[in-house]
């Protein structure tokens, strides 16, 4: 990540307030692009969208099981996500419209896809991870800030949130019973999450028919 926030600030406090303006920087694309949507097409993709730092205590645990040294410059280097923002969307066609959207902005760089859609983890987990950079314009020079984005519909988004609730319960041993029911119900969001976007899409081309017919 060359010319990142690497050797570019000292503290965690410095660095803690470049994260913090990237996420503001990328909320604020995110609720214009959301507008725009609502000007043109009359709909609005995203439902909600959630942002985190990642806590120093977090971040050195996550070091750790890396096996590096707890410094500034391995926190920049090797966690990738200590800035995050997740987007709910309502419909799984309205994720990679968002993807594509934040792509196509000239300061944001895409470094990393991983796309959970196409390929849901074991556990049944979807949803669709970039890692992008932007620029931060501090007093004295440019930062460039490494920010992740989940993007998810607000169904994976509720199965997401009850299986993190339960590993952390069980320290990551969830036991097989419940791991196998968390999979058929990531099997059932996914069905659903296609009923609602066949639906979604049969009430929009009814409503341009109307319009039409006008």
Known sequence: MENTVTNQ????????????????????????????????????????????????????????????????????????????????????NDIYRIADMLSNQSDIRVLEVKDYLKNPKPSGYKSYHMIITLPIFLSDRIVD??????????????????????????????????????????HMVSSLDDKMLSLNEEVRKLENESEESV
Not at 52 to 81: A, C, F, H, Q, W
Not at 156 to 181: C, Q, T
């Open 145 to 186: 800030a490494v920010v992740e984005i989940q993007i998810r519909t607000v169904a994976m988004d509720f199965w997401a949130s009850l299986e993190h609730k339960i590993n952390y319960k069980f320290e990551g041993n969830i036991p097989v019973g419940i791991r196998n029911e968390l999979v058929e119900c990531a």
């Open 9 to 92: 600030v000292d503290t965690w406090n410095e660095l803690s307030l470049v994260y913090k303006s990237a996420l503001r920087e990328i909320n604020t694309k995110l609720e214009i692009l959301n507008e725009e949507f609502q000007v043109v097409h009359k709909y609005n993709p995203i439902e909600h969208i959630k942002s985190r730092i990642k806590t120093p205590e977090s971040i050195v645990k996550k070091l750790k099981r890396y096996g590096k040294e707890s410094t500034i410059e391995n926190m920049v280097k090797y966690v990738n996500d200590i800035a995050g923002i997740r987007v709910i969307c309502s419909f799984t």
